[in-house]
């Protein structure tokens, strides 16, 4: 993949309403990325009716003919419109449920809609971030999964990275058996849940060490592992090297 998807931004939204405002039928010539925060707007794209709900998206390419109602109810959601490199590569679907993370919400509300014209070198600022956003959303979307208990437990994972995880707390949070949990996860995803955890760990714990400002064992202690031999044992097996070694 090219080093930046985002050729130019122009548009973003980042609103609050109590009302979704009316979108006429218009085959669109840029990307359209949509994600709902809270409560739902109403869609037409092509010749499909679709309803985003919280988390929910879509990723509109060029040449989509898209409508959308005006509905009564708050909605909070943030709305993108960009040209994108064409080296650039992006999902191909164009409805995605429950693909919006925390991170994608924490990047998505950095700026509001005043900030593109308030502060100097906002566009870039904004264009970057959409950056950051495009690349999450595909790392979410890459994982394959549509079942919505996967999702389930893949949310509380990401939402709690740098806590101790047990399959047990995660049956607790979801409402699933951890037997059920470790079916449908190894069936979606190929691989156990804890391997999932210390893969998405261990790619945080190198981003943690590249930056230099945490000792190894603080380092270990804050992504949620007790044991500081454990946790080197773990990343020498990812990155067949020592954490000490890659430092």
Known sequence: MDKYIVKDLLHFCNVTVKRSTKIEWRTI?????TFVIKGQLHYTINDRIVVLRENDAILLPPGTLRSRPSVDGDVH??????????EGVLPTKLYYENAITREIRSLASVFSEQHLSAFYHSHEKMTNILNCILFEFIDTVSLGSNDKNVLSVLKYIDENLTERITIGEIGRAVH???DYISHCFKRELGRSVMDYVNE??????RNMISGGEMSLTDIAEALGYDSYSYF????K???GVSPIRYK
């Not at 010539?29 to 990325?33: I, M, N, Q």
């Not at 943030?78 to 040209?83: A, D, E, I, L, P």
Request: hydrophobic share 45%; charged share 25%; glycine share 0%.
């Open 200 to 205: 998405r760990r261990m790619l945080l714990a």
């Open 77 to 86: 959601y943030v709305s993108f419109n960009f040209t994108a490199y064409d």
């Open 176 to 178: 699933l058996s951890n």
């Open 237 to 239: 097996r990812y990155f």
């Open 29 to 33: 010539d840029y990307f359209d990325l």
């Open 232 to 235: 080197s044992r773990v990343f």
